[in-house]
């Protein structure tokens, strides 16, 4: 069965940080291609972070350029997003997911999502 399990989120002041993990189960953590997305009320679901198999392979959304750090950790099957410097707008429900594709096909899994609310 696969799983996708985020924790972390909470309530934090603007400025400071969190640490968001995705425990992964039930697929091979190492062939997939791994993002955080965020769903602020009213808006739409937005790629905030993605790393590919490779740790190399690294993308951020422009608004969290510099503040925000995907990482993988292949041996834990567990993704994380360190997240600095928040700001009010980083408000949102923070989603997880884990992507392969083949010639033919694309598998694709969602986390329940853990939320994150930045303010004073």
């Known amino acids: 069965q696969v799983q996708l399990v985020e924790s972390g989120g909470g309530l934090v002041q603007p400025g400071g940080s969190l640490r968001l993990s995705c425990a992964a189960s039930?697929?091979?953590?190492?062939?997939?291609?791994m993002r955080w997305y965020r769903q602020a009320p009213g808006k739409e679901r937005e790629l905030v972070a993605g790393m590919g198999t490779s740790v190399s392979t690294t993308t951020y959304a422009d608004s969290v350029k510099g503040r925000f750090t995907i990482s993988r950790d292949n041996a834990k099957s567990m993704v994380y997003l360190q997240m600095n410097s928040l700001k009010p707008e980083d408000t949102a429900v923070y989603y997880c997911s884990a992507i392969a594709r083949g010639s033919d096909w694309v598998n694709e899994y969602w986390g329940q999502g853990t939320q994150v609310a930045v303010s004073s």
């Open positions: 039930g697929f091979t953590f190492s062939r997939y291609a």
